[in-house]
């Protein structure tokens, strides 16, 4: 039988039955939100309220409030965050807003702020730091915004994202600390599904434990949320309420534009006699397959008849 090289000490191994159980009420950090312990994105176009949504995660897991008057959370505790792009002044401003609308005071939650002017993933001195940090701090909740910010590497470099990805999974490994991500989505996004329209390597995609993902709709800012090991709660709506301003989940914005169907028939109780199907097209001014289509879910519905001359109600 082989024996190990001499010096080398090998990786810590257990029997699989020696695994700890982690107990249910401890799989969530904020529930259907974000996993404990787990990595992941907030992804999201610009003007997405992304930065909101972090801090907003941070106040709530500091005063174990429901994130976004929503979401309750699991498992308190300190929050630290890092906002690049944002002026201090103004991190505290958002910060005190979202505790108000918690009828809280800022000083008596643990949320700390990393106030270096940078951090590079990509550079051994600071991965280091960072790590010192969290050592230090103890956070149950990292949030880091944005990620662009963050690093000097081609984002569409597979191996330059990967040694930025692996450096965060050390980090949650290391000190069991759950880490936000803040980073952008591409703005044409198709049928995709939402983490593949990540901006960079497919590899951000792949390595979130939990995710949310912001994009604008006609019934408002839409926030979907994958989970890699638990089913995902249904897509909702959130927006920025004022007075202090603080993200919150909303139901989605009524759109005034009239259906199809309500437009055939408001032409049709207008008109004092029928109208034909080419005539329809015509002020309506829709596709043929459209227009039949509707038709004939009215019909089905008792809404409208058809008669020799034309459409009627």
């Not at 910060?95 to 949320?111: H, Q």
């Not at 599904?193 to 019934?219: I, N, P, T, V």
Request: hydrophobic share 40%.
């Amino acid at each position: 039988m082989s024996s190990a090289p001499p010096g080398v000490a090998p990786f810590d191994v257990v029997c699989a039955a020696d695994l700890q159980r982690t107990p249910p009420e401890h799989r969530w950090l904020i529930e259907t939100l974000w996993a404990e312990q787990a990595v992941g994105f907030i992804g999201g176009t610009p003007k997405s309220l992304k930065s909101w949504v972090g801090l907003d995660m941070a106040v709530a897991v500091a005063s174990k409030t429901c994130c976004l008057g929503h979401f309750r959370v699991h498992r308190p505790g300190t929050a630290l965050v890092y906002l690049a792009e944002d002026r201090l002044d103004v991190v505290r401003q958002r910060l005190e807003a979202l505790a108000a609308a918690r009828s809280l005071m800022l000083a008596t939650l643990d949320v700390r702020v990393i106030t270096t002017p940078a951090i590079r993933l990509d550079l051994a001195e600071h991965c280091k730091r960072l790590q010192a940090t969290v050592a230090k701090h103890q956070p149950r909740l990292l949030v880091l915004d944005p990620l662009v910010r963050l690093h000097r590497a081609d984002e569409n470099n597979a191996q330059e994202v990967a040694a930025i990805l692996a450096t965060l999974r050390e980090l949650q490994r290391r000190f069991n600390v759950a880490i936000a991500v803040v980073h952008h989505t591409r703005k044409n996004i198709g049928s995709r599904q939402m983490g593949q329209a990540l901006r960079g390597s497919g590899d951000l995609h792949a390595w979130a434990d939990s995710a949310m993902y912001l994009s604008h709709e006609k019934a408002g800012l839409r926030l979907s949320i994958e989970q890699r090991a638990a089913p995902a709660p249904d897509p909702c709506f959130i927006r920025l309420e004022d007075s202090p301003p603080h993200p919150i989940v909303t139901p989605p914005e009524k759109d005034s534009t009239p259906t199809i169907q309500d437009r055939i028939t408001d032409t049709l109780r207008r008109s004092s006699s029928p109208i034909t199907r080419t005539e329809l097209r015509s002020t309506l001014a829709v596709q043929n397959n459209r227009l039949g289509h509707a038709l004939k879910q009215l019909e089905q519905l008792g809404r409208i008849r058809r008669t020799p001359k034309g459409w009627a109600c």
